[in-house]
Protein backbone atom coordinates (compact mmCIF):
# COMPACT_ATOMS: atom_id res chain seq x y z
CA UNK A 1 0.00 0.00 0.00
CA UNK A 2 1.47 3.34 -0.95
CA UNK A 3 -0.90 5.80 0.33
CA UNK A 4 0.44 9.37 1.16
CA UNK A 5 -1.14 10.44 4.65
CA UNK A 6 -1.16 13.94 4.78
CA UNK A 7 -1.30 16.11 8.26
CA UNK A 8 -4.72 16.82 8.64
CA UNK A 9 -5.38 12.74 8.36
CA UNK A 10 -2.62 12.02 10.72
CA UNK A 11 -3.51 14.75 13.32
CA UNK A 12 -7.24 14.14 12.77
CA UNK A 13 -7.55 18.30 12.71
CA UNK A 14 -9.86 19.31 9.57
CA UNK A 15 -8.17 21.20 6.92
CA UNK A 16 -4.86 20.97 9.08
CA UNK A 17 -1.61 22.61 7.33
CA UNK A 18 2.12 22.98 8.28
CA UNK A 19 2.59 25.97 9.95
CA UNK A 20 5.26 28.37 8.71
CA UNK A 21 6.89 29.21 12.18
CA UNK A 22 6.85 25.97 13.08
CA UNK A 23 8.48 24.56 10.03
CA UNK A 24 11.18 27.34 10.59
CA UNK A 25 12.05 25.68 13.73
CA UNK A 26 12.19 22.62 11.69
CA UNK A 27 14.62 23.95 9.32
CA UNK A 28 17.18 24.77 12.34
CA UNK A 29 17.27 21.04 12.98
CA UNK A 30 17.79 20.13 9.40
CA UNK A 31 20.99 22.33 9.22
CA UNK A 32 22.43 21.18 12.06
CA UNK A 33 25.47 18.96 12.19
CA UNK A 34 25.53 16.75 15.08
CA UNK A 35 28.52 15.47 16.19
CA UNK A 36 26.98 12.34 17.65
CA UNK A 37 24.36 10.76 15.43
CA UNK A 38 23.58 7.72 17.27
CA UNK A 39 20.59 8.64 18.98
CA UNK A 40 20.86 5.31 20.74
CA UNK A 41 23.43 6.96 22.65
CA UNK A 42 21.25 8.15 25.07
CA UNK A 43 23.43 9.90 28.14
CA UNK A 44 19.61 10.09 30.14
CA UNK A 45 19.08 7.31 30.92
CA UNK A 46 15.40 6.73 31.94
CA UNK A 47 14.16 3.56 30.21
CA UNK A 48 13.38 0.46 32.85
CA UNK A 49 15.31 -2.31 33.16
CA UNK A 50 13.05 -5.76 32.71
CA UNK A 51 14.62 -6.46 36.48
CA UNK A 52 12.94 -3.35 38.05
CA UNK A 53 9.77 -3.54 36.37
CA UNK A 54 6.74 -3.25 38.62
CA UNK A 55 4.42 -6.13 39.20
CA UNK A 56 1.34 -6.71 36.88
CA UNK A 57 -1.26 -6.43 39.15
CA UNK A 58 -4.28 -6.06 39.11
CA UNK A 59 -5.97 -3.21 40.86
CA UNK A 60 -9.68 -2.76 41.40
CA UNK A 61 -10.98 0.81 41.08
CA UNK A 62 -13.22 2.49 43.54
CA UNK A 63 -16.61 3.41 43.28
CA UNK A 64 -15.95 6.83 43.34
CA UNK A 65 -13.42 5.91 40.33
CA UNK A 66 -15.86 3.74 38.45
CA UNK A 67 -18.91 6.53 39.25
CA UNK A 68 -16.64 9.33 37.58
CA UNK A 69 -15.46 7.51 34.73
CA UNK A 70 -18.99 6.90 33.76
CA UNK A 71 -19.72 10.84 34.19
CA UNK A 72 -17.61 11.58 31.82
CA UNK A 73 -18.65 9.34 29.13
CA UNK A 74 -19.79 11.88 26.26
CA UNK A 75 -23.12 10.56 25.51
CA UNK A 76 -25.50 8.43 27.12
CA UNK A 77 -28.90 7.57 26.41
CA UNK A 78 -31.93 5.43 28.69
CA UNK A 79 -29.26 4.49 31.02
CA UNK A 80 -26.56 3.05 28.09
CA UNK A 81 -23.10 4.80 27.25
CA UNK A 82 -23.27 5.36 23.57
CA UNK A 83 -20.39 5.55 21.60
CA UNK A 84 -20.02 6.94 18.15
CA UNK A 85 -21.25 6.18 14.94
CA UNK A 86 -18.77 2.89 14.37
CA UNK A 87 -20.61 1.13 10.90
CA UNK A 88 -19.67 3.92 7.63
CA UNK A 89 -22.81 3.75 5.48
CA UNK B 1 11.27 36.72 52.62
CA UNK B 2 10.80 33.92 54.99
CA UNK B 3 8.62 31.19 55.19
CA UNK B 4 4.70 31.59 54.77
CA UNK B 5 4.13 27.71 55.63
CA UNK B 6 6.36 28.11 58.95
CA UNK B 7 4.46 31.09 59.81
CA UNK B 8 0.36 30.52 58.80
CA UNK B 9 1.64 27.40 61.24
CA UNK B 10 2.38 28.95 64.19
CA UNK B 11 -0.36 30.96 64.01
CA UNK B 12 -2.66 27.96 63.66
CA UNK B 13 -1.28 25.84 66.45
CA UNK B 14 -1.14 29.11 68.97
CA UNK B 15 -5.00 29.81 67.87
CA UNK B 16 -3.70 33.38 66.37
CA UNK B 17 -6.54 32.39 63.46
CA UNK B 18 -8.91 29.09 62.73
CA UNK B 19 -7.91 27.20 59.81
CA UNK B 20 -11.62 27.71 58.48
CA UNK B 21 -11.21 31.38 58.06
CA UNK B 22 -7.96 31.74 56.88
CA UNK B 23 -9.15 29.57 53.97
CA UNK B 24 -12.24 31.12 53.35
CA UNK B 25 -10.08 34.51 53.42
CA UNK B 26 -8.59 33.00 51.06
CA UNK B 27 -11.02 32.14 48.84
CA UNK B 28 -12.92 34.86 48.98
CA UNK B 29 -9.65 36.63 47.49
CA UNK B 30 -9.31 34.06 44.48
CA UNK B 31 -13.34 34.68 44.22
CA UNK B 32 -13.19 38.46 43.54
CA UNK B 33 -9.75 38.38 41.95
CA UNK B 34 -9.68 40.23 38.28
CA UNK B 35 -6.02 38.22 37.05
CA UNK B 36 -7.74 35.46 35.42
CA UNK B 37 -6.04 32.91 37.50
CA UNK B 38 -8.67 30.53 38.88
CA UNK B 39 -10.84 27.59 36.76
CA UNK B 40 -12.89 26.44 39.37
CA UNK B 41 -12.64 27.02 43.21
CA UNK B 42 -12.58 24.10 45.56
CA UNK B 43 -14.26 25.92 48.25
CA UNK B 44 -16.48 22.67 49.55
CA UNK B 45 -13.72 20.76 49.87
CA UNK B 46 -11.58 23.25 51.30
CA UNK B 47 -14.04 24.14 53.71
CA UNK B 48 -14.51 20.68 55.02
CA UNK B 49 -10.59 19.99 55.66
CA UNK B 50 -10.28 23.06 57.36
CA UNK B 51 -13.10 22.20 59.76
CA UNK B 52 -11.22 19.31 60.51
CA UNK B 53 -7.75 20.99 61.12
CA UNK B 54 -9.66 23.14 63.38
CA UNK B 55 -10.86 20.00 65.49
CA UNK B 56 -7.78 18.66 65.45
CA UNK B 57 -6.44 21.86 67.24
CA UNK B 58 -9.56 22.24 69.40
CA UNK B 59 -9.02 18.79 70.76
CA UNK B 60 -5.05 20.08 71.44
CA UNK B 61 -4.15 17.05 68.55
CA UNK B 62 -0.45 18.07 67.02
CA UNK B 63 -0.59 19.34 63.72
CA UNK B 64 1.58 18.50 61.22
CA UNK B 65 3.52 21.39 58.82
CA UNK B 66 1.31 21.66 56.29
CA UNK B 67 -1.81 20.41 57.69
CA UNK B 68 -4.63 23.39 57.23
CA UNK B 69 -1.99 25.28 54.55
CA UNK B 70 -3.91 26.48 51.48
CA UNK B 71 -2.31 26.18 48.48
CA UNK B 72 -3.20 26.18 44.36
CA UNK B 73 -3.30 23.49 41.43
CA UNK B 74 -2.49 23.99 37.64
CA UNK B 75 -5.37 22.62 36.27
CA UNK B 76 -3.42 19.76 34.45
CA UNK B 77 -3.68 17.70 37.68
CA UNK B 78 -5.81 15.28 38.55
CA UNK B 79 -7.83 15.56 42.08
CA UNK B 80 -10.62 13.00 42.05
CA UNK B 81 -13.76 14.31 41.70
CA UNK B 82 -12.87 18.09 40.62
CA UNK B 83 -12.65 19.17 37.31
CA UNK B 84 -9.44 19.09 35.33
CA UNK B 85 -9.73 20.84 32.16
CA UNK B 86 -6.26 21.24 31.12
CA UNK B 87 -7.64 25.44 29.78
CA UNK B 88 -9.50 23.50 27.22
CA UNK B 89 -12.39 23.41 25.30
CA UNK B 90 -12.57 19.28 24.91
CA UNK B 91 -12.33 18.66 28.54
CA UNK B 92 -14.27 21.58 30.19
CA UNK B 93 -16.60 19.36 31.65
CA UNK B 94 -13.90 17.04 32.62
CA UNK B 95 -13.63 15.65 35.95
CA UNK B 96 -10.79 13.54 37.16
CA UNK B 97 -11.11 10.04 38.48
CA UNK B 98 -8.70 9.38 40.31
CA UNK B 99 -5.62 11.71 42.32
CA UNK B 100 -2.39 12.40 41.37
CA UNK B 101 0.46 11.36 43.30
CA UNK B 102 2.09 14.53 44.20
CA UNK B 103 -0.97 16.13 44.50
CA UNK B 104 -2.08 12.67 46.98
CA UNK B 105 1.05 13.70 48.82
CA UNK B 106 0.37 17.08 49.43
CA UNK B 107 -3.54 16.01 50.82
CA UNK B 108 -1.93 12.94 53.05
CA UNK B 109 0.57 15.97 54.65
CA UNK B 110 -2.78 17.74 55.69
CA UNK B 111 -3.09 20.79 52.90
CA UNK B 112 -5.59 21.93 51.34
CA UNK B 113 -6.23 22.55 47.81
CA UNK B 114 -8.42 25.78 47.15
CA UNK B 115 -8.19 26.37 43.68
CA UNK B 116 -7.37 25.17 40.02
CA UNK B 117 -5.77 27.43 38.16
CA UNK B 118 -5.64 28.87 34.23
CA UNK B 119 -2.85 28.05 32.41
CA UNK B 120 -1.97 27.59 28.80
CA UNK B 121 -3.94 25.13 26.95
CA UNK B 122 -2.35 21.24 27.73
CA UNK B 123 0.76 23.70 29.03
CA UNK B 124 0.83 24.93 25.25
CA UNK B 125 1.97 28.35 25.61
CA UNK B 126 4.72 30.51 27.31
CA UNK B 127 2.15 33.72 28.03
CA UNK B 128 -0.91 31.38 29.59
CA UNK B 129 -3.44 33.53 26.73
CA UNK B 130 -4.06 29.65 25.10
CA UNK B 131 -7.11 29.19 27.31
CA UNK B 132 -10.38 29.23 27.39
CA UNK B 133 -10.55 31.08 30.74
CA UNK B 134 -9.09 34.47 29.80
CA UNK B 135 -5.72 35.51 29.59
CA UNK B 136 -4.05 35.53 33.14
CA UNK B 137 -2.76 38.79 33.68
CA UNK B 138 0.66 39.66 35.26
CA UNK B 139 0.72 39.82 39.54
CA UNK B 140 2.83 43.39 39.06
CA UNK B 141 1.50 45.02 35.85
CA UNK B 142 -1.93 43.41 34.69
CA UNK B 143 -1.33 44.79 31.09
CA UNK B 144 1.22 42.19 30.56
CA UNK B 145 1.19 38.17 30.40
CA UNK B 146 1.50 36.34 33.07
CA UNK B 147 4.04 34.08 31.55
CA UNK B 148 3.68 30.53 30.94
CA UNK B 149 2.32 28.06 30.74
CA UNK B 150 1.75 27.61 34.45
CA UNK B 151 1.16 31.48 34.71
CA UNK B 152 -2.10 31.11 37.18
CA UNK B 153 -0.04 29.49 39.69
CA UNK B 154 2.82 31.99 39.69
CA UNK B 155 0.00 35.34 39.99
CA UNK B 156 -1.66 33.36 42.85
CA UNK B 157 1.04 32.84 44.84
CA UNK B 158 2.46 36.33 44.35
CA UNK B 159 -0.61 38.27 45.12
CA UNK B 160 -0.82 35.76 48.13
CA UNK B 161 -4.13 33.60 47.37
CA UNK B 162 -2.12 30.99 47.79
CA UNK B 163 0.67 29.76 49.74
CA UNK B 164 2.39 28.10 47.56
CA UNK B 165 1.03 26.25 43.84
CA UNK B 166 1.73 23.07 41.73
CA UNK B 167 2.63 23.87 38.23
CA UNK B 168 4.39 21.57 35.82
CA UNK B 169 7.32 22.85 33.60
CA UNK B 170 8.21 20.76 30.37
CA UNK B 171 10.25 23.42 28.84
CA UNK B 172 10.10 26.83 31.43
CA UNK B 173 6.54 26.42 32.09
CA UNK B 174 7.19 26.74 36.47
CA UNK B 175 10.34 28.82 35.74
CA UNK B 176 9.26 31.80 33.42
CA UNK B 177 5.96 32.61 35.08
CA UNK B 178 7.58 32.57 38.17
CA UNK B 179 10.47 35.18 36.66
CA UNK B 180 7.60 37.59 35.23
CA UNK B 181 5.86 37.36 38.65
CA UNK B 182 8.72 38.11 41.29
CA UNK B 183 8.38 34.54 43.16
CA UNK B 184 10.31 31.17 43.18
CA UNK B 185 9.44 28.30 41.04
CA UNK B 186 11.43 25.08 40.63
CA UNK B 187 11.72 22.31 37.98
CA UNK B 188 13.62 19.42 39.90
CA UNK B 189 15.49 17.19 38.55
CA UNK B 190 13.31 14.85 35.95
CA UNK B 191 11.67 12.13 37.47
CA UNK B 192 12.28 13.07 41.24
CA UNK B 193 8.51 14.02 41.81
CA UNK B 194 6.10 10.90 40.22
CA UNK B 195 3.99 12.33 37.33
CA UNK B 196 1.11 10.27 37.59
CA UNK B 197 -1.88 12.16 36.75
CA UNK B 198 -0.24 14.82 35.17
CA UNK B 199 -1.98 15.30 31.72
CA UNK B 200 1.05 14.42 29.94
CA UNK B 201 2.30 17.37 27.28
CA UNK B 202 5.77 15.98 26.28
CA UNK B 203 6.46 13.06 28.85
CA UNK B 204 10.17 13.47 28.11
CA UNK B 205 10.37 16.56 30.16
CA UNK B 206 7.24 16.96 32.16
CA UNK B 207 8.40 17.79 35.41
CA UNK B 208 5.98 18.95 38.80
CA UNK B 209 6.75 21.38 40.35
CA UNK B 210 6.34 24.27 43.29
CA UNK B 211 6.17 27.66 43.02
CA UNK B 212 6.34 29.87 46.22
CA UNK B 213 7.42 33.23 48.12
CA UNK B 214 10.34 31.66 49.78
CA UNK B 215 13.29 29.31 49.79
CA UNK B 216 12.00 27.44 52.61
CA UNK B 217 8.76 26.71 51.25
CA UNK B 218 10.07 25.10 48.40
CA UNK B 219 12.24 23.17 50.28
CA UNK B 220 9.19 21.98 52.47
CA UNK B 221 6.47 21.15 49.58
CA UNK B 222 9.34 19.46 47.26
CA UNK B 223 10.17 17.27 49.99
CA UNK B 224 6.64 16.34 50.65
CA UNK B 225 6.05 15.11 47.13
CA UNK B 226 9.20 13.30 45.87
CA UNK B 227 10.29 10.08 45.99
CA UNK B 228 10.11 6.66 43.47
CA UNK B 229 5.98 6.30 42.44
CA UNK B 230 5.48 2.95 40.90
CA UNK B 231 3.15 4.00 39.22
CA UNK B 232 5.18 6.28 37.27
CA UNK B 233 8.53 4.01 35.91
CA UNK B 234 10.16 7.29 35.04
CA UNK B 235 10.60 8.70 38.59
CA UNK B 236 13.26 8.08 41.26
CA UNK B 237 14.05 7.90 44.71
CA UNK B 238 15.83 10.59 46.58
CA UNK B 239 16.96 11.85 50.17
CA UNK B 240 15.10 14.52 51.60
CA UNK B 241 16.63 18.06 51.73
CA UNK B 242 17.34 19.33 55.70
CA UNK B 243 16.89 22.87 56.23
CA UNK B 244 20.66 22.40 57.50
CA UNK B 245 21.82 21.22 54.31
CA UNK B 246 20.97 24.63 52.63
CA UNK B 247 21.92 27.09 55.50
CA UNK B 248 25.31 27.52 54.27
CA UNK B 249 26.78 27.15 50.78
CA UNK B 250 29.74 24.70 49.07
CA UNK B 251 29.42 26.36 46.05
CA UNK B 252 32.67 27.47 45.05
CA UNK B 253 32.83 27.87 41.03
CA UNK B 254 29.69 29.36 38.95
CA UNK B 255 29.42 29.50 34.78
CA UNK B 256 27.39 31.42 32.84
CA UNK B 257 26.65 30.55 29.07
CA UNK B 258 28.34 33.63 26.91
CA UNK B 259 25.99 33.12 24.17
CA UNK B 260 23.03 33.59 26.31
CA UNK B 261 24.82 36.96 27.16
CA UNK B 262 26.49 38.36 24.51
CA UNK B 263 23.24 37.92 22.09
CA UNK B 264 21.41 40.36 19.92
CA UNK B 265 17.95 39.20 21.49
CA UNK B 266 18.53 39.94 25.30
CA UNK B 267 17.35 43.22 26.75
CA UNK B 268 19.80 45.51 27.61
CA UNK B 269 19.03 45.97 30.95
CA UNK B 270 18.81 42.66 31.86
CA UNK B 271 22.20 42.10 30.32
CA UNK B 272 23.66 44.89 32.47
CA UNK B 273 21.88 43.37 35.77
CA UNK B 274 23.33 40.15 34.65
CA UNK B 275 26.61 41.02 34.34
CA UNK B 276 26.96 43.36 37.74
CA UNK B 277 25.05 39.88 39.53
CA UNK B 278 28.23 37.96 37.97
CA UNK B 279 30.46 40.90 39.11
CA UNK B 280 29.03 40.88 42.44
CA UNK B 281 29.65 36.94 43.12
CA UNK B 282 33.35 37.49 41.98
CA UNK B 283 33.35 40.16 44.59
CA UNK B 284 32.35 37.11 47.25
CA UNK B 285 35.55 34.98 46.39
CA UNK B 286 33.36 33.13 43.58
CA UNK B 287 35.37 32.18 41.08
CA UNK B 288 32.92 32.23 37.95
CA UNK B 289 33.80 30.75 34.41
CA UNK B 290 32.22 31.98 31.08
CA UNK B 291 31.12 28.89 29.35
CA UNK B 292 30.59 27.78 25.36
CA UNK B 293 26.91 26.17 24.99
CA UNK B 294 24.95 25.82 22.19
CA UNK B 295 23.10 28.95 19.99
CA UNK B 296 19.52 29.11 21.17
CA UNK B 297 17.84 28.77 17.90
CA UNK B 298 19.61 25.14 18.46
CA UNK B 299 18.42 25.32 21.87
CA UNK B 300 14.99 25.89 20.95
CA UNK B 301 14.18 24.14 17.75
CA UNK B 302 15.52 20.81 19.49
CA UNK B 303 13.03 21.34 22.64
CA UNK B 304 9.87 21.80 19.81
CA UNK B 305 10.95 19.67 17.62
CA UNK B 306 10.83 16.66 20.57
CA UNK B 307 7.84 18.34 22.31
CA UNK B 308 5.43 18.58 19.36
CA UNK B 309 6.14 14.70 18.51
CA UNK B 310 5.72 14.13 22.41
CA UNK B 311 2.18 16.26 22.37
CA UNK B 312 1.22 14.76 19.59
CA UNK B 313 1.35 11.37 20.46
CA UNK B 314 -0.06 11.95 23.95
CA UNK B 315 -3.12 14.13 22.75
CA UNK B 316 -3.56 11.65 20.48
CA UNK B 317 -6.01 9.83 22.69
CA UNK B 318 -7.74 13.00 22.93
CA UNK B 319 -10.79 11.90 20.38
CA UNK B 320 -14.18 12.11 22.38
CA UNK B 321 -14.57 8.33 22.91
CA UNK B 322 -14.71 8.02 26.38
CA UNK B 323 -14.81 11.25 27.56
CA UNK B 324 -14.28 15.11 26.22
CA UNK B 325 -16.90 17.10 24.15
CA UNK B 326 -17.67 14.49 21.74
CA UNK B 327 -19.16 16.13 18.54
CA UNK B 328 -20.94 13.61 16.59
CA UNK B 329 -20.34 13.24 12.75
CA UNK B 330 -21.46 10.28 10.09
CA UNK B 331 -18.88 8.07 10.97
CA UNK B 332 -16.48 7.21 13.88
CA UNK B 333 -12.97 8.69 11.64
CA UNK B 334 -15.44 12.42 11.25
CA UNK B 335 -15.82 11.91 14.80
CA UNK B 336 -12.59 11.96 15.75
CA UNK B 337 -11.66 14.60 13.22
CA UNK B 338 -14.55 17.20 13.90
CA UNK B 339 -14.20 16.43 17.61
CA UNK B 340 -10.40 17.84 17.43
CA UNK B 341 -11.05 20.41 14.88
CA UNK B 342 -13.63 22.42 16.97
CA UNK B 343 -12.00 21.90 20.24
CA UNK B 344 -8.30 22.06 20.54
CA UNK B 345 -7.10 25.95 20.11
CA UNK B 346 -5.21 27.21 17.19
CA UNK B 347 -1.71 27.10 18.98
CA UNK B 348 -2.26 23.16 20.47
CA UNK B 349 -3.33 22.18 16.33
CA UNK B 350 -0.02 23.86 14.98
CA UNK B 351 2.00 21.50 17.82
CA UNK B 352 -0.25 18.51 16.78
CA UNK B 353 0.80 18.96 13.17
CA UNK B 354 4.29 19.85 13.87
CA UNK B 355 4.46 16.41 15.99
CA UNK B 356 3.12 14.34 13.32
CA UNK B 357 5.32 16.45 10.45
CA UNK B 358 8.38 15.47 12.60
CA UNK B 359 7.08 12.30 13.32
CA UNK B 360 6.12 11.12 9.38
CA UNK B 361 8.14 8.88 6.90
CA UNK B 362 10.33 10.88 5.38
CA UNK B 363 10.57 13.45 8.00
CA UNK B 364 11.66 11.40 11.09
CA UNK B 365 15.47 10.70 9.96
CA UNK B 366 15.77 14.15 9.30
CA UNK B 367 14.25 16.32 12.07
CA UNK B 368 13.18 14.01 14.50
CA UNK B 369 16.03 11.40 15.36
CA UNK B 370 18.16 14.42 14.73
CA UNK B 371 16.78 16.36 17.37
CA UNK B 372 17.19 13.52 19.67
CA UNK B 373 21.12 13.29 19.08
CA UNK B 374 21.14 17.02 19.77
CA UNK B 375 19.30 16.67 22.97
CA UNK B 376 22.50 13.66 23.58
CA UNK B 377 24.86 16.34 23.08
CA UNK B 378 23.15 19.26 25.03
CA UNK B 379 22.98 16.65 28.06
CA UNK B 380 26.43 15.46 27.31
CA UNK B 381 27.61 19.27 27.16
CA UNK B 382 25.96 19.84 30.43
CA UNK B 383 27.90 16.93 32.37
CA UNK B 384 31.05 18.29 31.12
CA UNK B 385 30.08 21.62 32.55
CA UNK B 386 29.82 20.64 35.85
CA UNK B 387 33.08 18.55 36.13
CA UNK B 388 34.18 22.28 35.77
CA UNK B 389 31.84 24.40 37.86
CA UNK B 390 29.04 23.68 40.61
CA UNK B 391 26.41 25.74 39.40
CA UNK B 392 25.57 27.17 36.00
CA UNK B 393 23.79 30.87 36.60
CA UNK B 394 21.29 32.31 33.75
CA UNK B 395 18.95 35.12 33.01
CA UNK B 396 15.31 33.50 33.02
CA UNK B 397 13.97 34.72 30.02
CA UNK B 398 15.99 37.13 27.19
CA UNK B 399 13.01 40.43 27.49
CA UNK B 400 10.30 41.23 29.81
CA UNK B 401 7.16 39.91 29.92
CA UNK B 402 5.06 41.13 26.45
CA UNK B 403 1.87 42.63 26.51
CA UNK B 404 -1.65 40.57 26.40
CA UNK B 405 -2.34 40.02 23.36
CA UNK B 406 1.40 40.50 21.52
CA UNK B 407 2.60 36.44 21.94
CA UNK B 408 -0.64 35.06 20.26
CA UNK B 409 0.43 37.19 16.80
CA UNK B 410 3.71 35.73 16.67
CA UNK B 411 4.21 32.06 17.96
CA UNK B 412 7.63 32.14 16.35
CA UNK B 413 8.53 35.05 18.75
CA UNK B 414 7.46 33.24 21.44
CA UNK B 415 8.81 30.17 20.98
CA UNK B 416 12.09 31.89 20.95
CA UNK B 417 11.44 33.81 24.57
CA UNK B 418 11.98 30.26 25.73
CA UNK B 419 15.47 30.38 24.75
CA UNK B 420 17.35 30.26 28.17
CA UNK B 421 14.83 27.99 29.69
CA UNK B 422 14.46 24.74 27.44
CA UNK B 423 18.31 23.46 27.49
CA UNK B 424 17.70 22.49 31.08
CA UNK B 425 14.55 20.67 30.64
CA UNK B 426 16.53 19.09 27.89
CA UNK B 427 19.42 17.92 30.35
CA UNK B 428 16.85 17.13 32.79
CA UNK B 429 18.32 19.25 35.18
CA UNK B 430 17.53 20.70 38.60
CA UNK B 431 16.63 24.38 38.02
CA UNK B 432 15.27 26.96 40.19
CA UNK B 433 13.82 30.95 39.41
CA UNK B 434 14.96 33.48 42.11
CA UNK B 435 13.17 36.59 41.91
CA UNK B 436 16.29 38.57 42.42
CA UNK B 437 19.54 39.56 39.75
CA UNK B 438 17.28 40.77 36.47
CA UNK B 439 13.59 41.87 36.19
CA UNK B 440 12.70 38.55 35.39
CA UNK B 441 14.95 37.11 37.83
CA UNK B 442 17.82 34.51 37.65
CA UNK B 443 18.26 30.36 37.11
CA UNK B 444 20.44 28.49 39.55
CA UNK B 445 20.64 24.98 37.79
CA UNK B 446 23.24 22.56 39.04
CA UNK B 447 24.14 18.71 38.11
CA UNK B 448 21.60 16.39 37.71
CA UNK B 449 19.79 14.88 41.05
CA UNK B 450 21.75 17.70 42.75
CA UNK B 451 18.61 20.06 43.80
CA UNK B 452 19.93 20.42 47.16
CA UNK B 453 23.06 22.17 45.94
CA UNK B 454 20.48 24.45 43.64
CA UNK B 455 18.35 25.53 46.97
CA UNK B 456 22.14 26.42 48.85
CA UNK B 457 22.66 27.99 46.43
CA UNK B 458 19.68 30.40 46.25
CA UNK B 459 20.06 30.98 50.05
CA UNK B 460 23.55 32.47 49.58
CA UNK B 461 22.24 34.17 46.50
CA UNK B 462 19.72 35.83 48.46
CA UNK B 463 22.24 37.19 50.80
CA UNK B 464 24.28 38.15 48.75
CA UNK B 465 22.81 40.20 45.92
Do not use: W
Not at chain 2, 185 to 193: A, E, H, N
Amino acid sequence: MNKTMTVDILSSIKGAQPSESVNQLFDVIKNAIPTNNNAANNVNHNCVSVNDLREDVVIESSVMEKQLIIENFPNKKNGFLVVAKVIEG
Amino acid sequence: MDSQIKKIHQQLVSKQITCTALVQEKLDLLKQNTYNSVNSLLDTLALELAAKVDAKIAKGETIGLLEGIPFGIKDVYMLQGTYATASSELLKKYKSPYTATAIQKLLDAGAIPLVKENCDSFGHGSSSENTIFGAVKNAIDPTLVAGGSSGGSAVNVAKEYTVFSIGGDTGGSIRQPAGYNHIYGFKPTYGRISRFGLMAYASSTDCVGPLAKSIEDIRIVLNVMSGKDPKDQTSVASTEISEDAIATSAVKTIGYFKNFIESDAIDNQIKADFLTTIEKLKAKGIAVAALDFFKSDILVSTYYTLAMAETASNLSRLDGTNYGNRIEAENLIETYAVTRSENFSEETKRRIVGGNQVLSQGFSDEIYLKGLALRDQISENFSKDFEEVDIILSPVTPSTPPKIGDSLKDPLAMYLSDAYTVGFSLGQLPTLTVPQGTSTGLQITAAKNNDELVLQFANFLKDTI
